[in-house]
């Protein structure tokens, strides 16, 4: 029995996500990194292009370079060290500036599929 890669979702993904993780391992900054993957996520997205494309840049890269997990280890230590303010100024910020970026990367996709 034979595995089509083209259509196995868990290998496109993880074609993806290896580089992802690879990069997220190399930027030891949780913010730019959530950032970085916002825009790909948006930019990719926007793109005419096949599914197979989205789950392997979409789903597998912009993916493993965020870290929802670092975020929220980060904002748990802020509040542990009673720093309240910084823990709404910076959970709010990256929200807005996540979804910002999202709209940026589509923006820009779509100015390429003309």
């Not at 029995?1 to 083209?6: G, L, N, S, V």
């Not at 391992?25 to 494309?53: A, H, M, P, T």
């Not at 989205?54 to 975020?71: A, D, M, P």
């Amino acid at each position: 029995m034979a595995i089509d890669i083209r259509k196995n979702k868990f290998i496109l993904i993880s074609l993806g996500a290896i580089p992802g993780a690879l990069l997220r391992w190399q930027i030891d900054e949780i913010f730019i990194v959530n950032l970085i993957g916002c825009f790909v996520l948006g930019f990719i997205n926007s793109l005419d292009i096949s599914k197979r494309y989205k789950l392997i840049l979409g789903v597998g890269l912009s993916g493993s370079i965020t870290t929802f997990s670092g975020w929220s280890f980060y904002s748990y230590k802020l509040l542990s060290q009673g720093l309240y303010r910084l823990f709404l100024f910076t959970s709010i910020s990256m929200i807005l500036i996540g979804v910002f970026a999202i709209y940026l990367g589509h923006m820009f996709g779509k100015k390429l599929n003309l």
